[in-house]
């Protein structure tokens, strides 16, 4: 599917027509230029990369600098792959126009990361419940995580503290409230995953 | 934060109220859409706090419906409001009179302002 590359600006709320409050997030998506196209031919599947954001040419490697003169463009900070666009040549600029208001669309981004938690805060646990009754230092404990001799394993995906979040992760179906192409930012309707400042990919 | 700043300035259409904050005692008037047809609804309390900026702005309006308090929040730019009619200036010292709430009988009583300033 075809998609743009963008930065999570932050939420608000606008007024729909009806006059609703609707809770929405800005995003300042591209503009993006194509700096590789993927064949069939050579690479084994068609996608079209983007590049989005300045980066410094002191910062980039030479073979990356190769890379985006080939493109006749300055180095870009973030590149991704998009499926799905029909006409797309080398050096062409994709601009947050292709989404059109009322539509529905995907967004990817990398949720905040919150560090090493246990099963209370990570997978919703109840925890003990009491803090007398013999409990000691057994407050936010997981309890029993499998049986005894008979598997004689804990099983796969049981779960556990660990980290949690600063994963990848998809919201899907959002709709496209508004689109402001003159400043190249998308207002969408809803939250969406990471946090202010983090880039994010619009998927049609 | 700018940006959202810009944009919240651009897509909402800020109500021409009149300048009100914790303490006063206000009437709103609030539209209801029943069906086809629009009434509107007159909600009159003490202000107990304004909240956000922009067009999340809200404000917290409690009353005393026989003995229970019933407090609501009305987004400040909503569409919805039709109007808001001061009956009192309050003097309070706070932004948020959230104390206001343990009060009743004599004690819920807010000294009027003498003089106005906006």
Known sequence: MPGIIGRKIGMTSIYSAEGKSLPCTVIEAGPCVVTQIKTQDRDGYEAVQLGFGEKKEKNTPNALKGHFKKANTSPKAKLVEFKGFDQANLGDTVLVDIFEEGEFVDVVGTTKGKGFQGVVRRHGFGGVGQATHGQHNRLRAPGSIGACSYPARVFKGMRMAGQMGNKRRLASNLQVLKVIAEKNLVIIKGSIPGANGSTVTINK | ?118
Do not use: C, H, W
């Open chain 2, 1 to 118: 934060m700018s940006i959202i700043r810009e944009i919240q300035k651009e897509l909402t259409v800020a109500n021409q109220l009149p300048v009100f904050g914790a303490g006063d005692t206000v009437i709103v008037a609030y539209k209801i859409v029943e069906g086809s047809k629009e009434r509107i609804q007159q909600f009159q309390g003490v202000v107990l706090q304004r909240r956000g900026n922009g067009a999340t702005e809200t404000f917290t309006v409690r009353k005393m419906s026989g003995n229970i308090g019933v407090e609501r929040i009305f987004p400040v730019n909503s569409p919805f409001i039709d109007g808001i009619t001061i009956v009192k200036r309050g003097a309070v010292r706070r932004a948020r009179i959230f104390y206001f709430r343990e009060r009743t009988g004599k004690s819920a009583r807010i000294r009027e302002k003498k003089k106005f300033t906006a």
